[in-house]
Nanobody, 121 residues
Framework: QVQLVESGGGSVQAGGSLRLSCTASEYGPSSSYRQYCMGWGRQAPGLGRVVVATIGRDGSTWYSDPVKGRFTISRDNAEATLYLQMSGLKPEDTAMYYC???????????WGQGTQVTVSS
């Protein structure tokens, strides 16, 4: 089992930047953070949660179209920490941002409690 704790959210004006962090703690049978596929999802009020960026075990990345070119996902396996550097923020980026972990890149997934990002125009 994995516990994920996000931080770094806040309120910024349009065009600003934020860096989100997600620290993972593992419990139970031995496992390795570096074997996880990781990602960031977000949920705006009244809408469902959508994944906006992922990073694989080999460091390969994927971004949804709305954030491509503005957001950068990265990971520090030694610190079991995931990052999301967000720049050029827009009001439509306002949402609760959640960290996702998939052990072995399988179907099992864990989510953190989220960190709020608010972008004002």
């Amino acid at each position: 089992q994995v516990q994920l704790v996000e931080s770094g959210g806040g309120s910024v004006q349009a065009g600003g930047s934020l860096r989100l962090s997600c620290t993972a703690s593992e419990y139970g049978p031995s496992s390795s953070y570096r074997q996880y596929c990781m990602g960031w999802g977000r949920q705006a009020p009244g809408l469902g949660r959508v994944v906006v960026a992922t990073i694989g075990r080999d460091g390969s990345t994927w971004y949804s179209d709305p954030v491509k070119g503005r957001f950068t996902i990265s990971r520090d396996n030694a610190e079991a920490t995931l990052y999301l550097q967000m720049s050029g923020l827009k009001p439509e980026d306002t949402a609760m941002y959640y960290c996702q972990a998939r052990p072995g890149c399988g179907v099992t997934q864990y989510w953190g409690q989220g960190t709020q990002v608010t972008v004002s125009s």
